[in-house]
């Protein structure tokens, strides 16, 4: 890995800012190593729950032009066994670890919070933002300010690693949610998860392309709401951001860092480029630093705030 990408998240170092974002490779111990062989600098699980789900019948993908449509269902093998898989990877590799996790209520989530306190993880990730499980749970916990500030600071009370809080586009007022998270304590944020849901149809079949009927938006069609949402969140917190949404190459990653970005997430692409992509798009930083006279990551500036 080059030394001139590499930097600090939350005082710990990293030798990329580049994020493997949660469920892009599932959740067992090789999807994990093979993103970090292949140049992330951290890897977060898929959102774990208390219980194992088979999550949603398929298909729970689909692409269109402007990227892909999933309908995973948070299938997970639950915390368990999933933190197994944590645990494994930590003794084989040497970078940080996510463990993202997702409940509905503020009991289950201090509840997986004191499980990953007893495993090898580095961050504790708070997935409040599922879009995808809208019929059993309906609107995501990150819809409203006031759930996010209840469950990050219950939580916060309990988790021995840094909390994360997953937030949601698909919202009004980001930054009205993003203060509710930093005031009830969360250490840094993630955003954004998928937009919308959406819907596919295969109009020869006449039906719908996911068994789900909709799914979150990823990939580059997403990409000028997330610098959006990133932008103005980076004005109005003090708190580190891993940015996400639509990064395929360098330059998108570099965006995101001007946005105001600490650390940039990578999972769409994964699809278009191959897990290689983590190297290629470390590489594409690179020679944008080269052109553009950066000596390191922590060199590229940030955006003026909004309203500065
Ligand atoms: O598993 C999913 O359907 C899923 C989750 Br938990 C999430 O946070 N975001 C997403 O697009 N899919």
């Known amino acids: 890995m080059h030394n001139r990408l590499k930097t600090k998240f939350l005082g710990v170092e990293i030798e990329s800012p580049l994020v493997l974002p949660a469920g892009v490779m599932g959740m067992s111990f090789s999807g994990m190593h093979i993103s970090q062989i292949n140049g992330a600098g951290i890897v977060t699980s898929k959102s774990l729950t208390l219980q194992p789900r088979?999550?949603?019948q398929g298909p729970v993908v689909a692409e269109f032009e402007g990227g892909l449509l999933n309908c995973m269902g948070l299938c997970n093998p639950g915390i368990s066994d999933g933190l197994i898989e944590v645990n494994q990877f930590k003794e084989?590799?040497?970078?940080?670890?996510?463990v993202s996790v997702f409940a509905t209520n503020t009991e289950d989530f201090i509840t997986l919070a004191k499980e990953v306190n007893n495993c090898q993880g580095d961050f504790l990730e708070l997935n409040l933002s599922c879009p995808n499980v809208f019929d059993e749970y309906g609107i995501p916990l990150a819809a409203s300010g006031e759930e996010v500030y209840r469950i990050?600071?219950?939580?916060?009370?309990?988790?021995?690693l840094p909390v994360i809080a997953k937030l949601s586009p698909n919202v009004y007022n980001i930054v009205e949610i993003a203060l509710a998270a930093q005031k009830a304590g969360a250490d840094a944020l993630c955003l954004i998860n998928t937009v919308g849901p959406g819907m596919a149809i295969d109009a020869k079949m006449v039906k719908p392309v996911l068994f789900n009927k909709f799914g979150g938006l990823s990939g580059p069609c997403?990409?000028?709401?997330?610098?959006?949402?990133?932008y103005q969140t980076y004005s109005a917190v003090d708190i580190p951001i891993i940015g996400?949404?639509?990064?395929?190459?360098?330059?998108?990653?570099?965006?995101?860092?001007?946005?105001?970005?600490q650390l940039v997430g990578v999972g769409t692409a994964v699809y278009y480029r191959g897990i290689e992509v983590f190297d290629k798009i470390n590489q594409e930083i690179i020679q944008f630093m080269d052109e553009n006279g950066y000596e390191s990551i922590e060199a590229i500036p940030k955006l003026e705030k909004l309203n500065d």
Do not use: N, W
């Open 54 to 56: 088979t999550g949603h």
């Open 92 to 98: 084989r590799s040497r970078i940080p670890v996510i």
């Open 152 to 160: 990050v600071k219950a939580v916060k009370e309990f988790s021995k």
């Open 222 to 230: 997403i990409k000028p709401i997330a610098l959006k949402l990133i």
């Open 244 to 261: 996400m949404g639509g990064v395929t190459y360098g330059i998108d990653a570099v965006e995101m860092l001007l946005a105001g970005a």
